[in-house]
């Protein structure tokens, strides 16, 4: 059996319940560490520095969507893991 985490979050200005995976928010995290970090190697290469703040900024703005209302676009919520047997 495999087993599937969410994060259930609650906005705690409209009441809205929303619903994340935590294995997408991880692969965004680990995305993104490895984006800042080839960032490093491109430091003589503005074209592919450059690129890669692209990459950082659309991989945050992701996360942010996972991690905000999608109600009123809240940031303060509540959030419980749940974890489900598939």
Partial sequence: MTEIKEYKR?????GKVWHSLVSDEEKLEALMKWTVRGMFFELGNRGGFAQDQRNVQAIKSDLDKLRKCPNCGSANYTENIITYEK
């Fill in 10 to 14: 609650k906005c705690n200005e409209c």
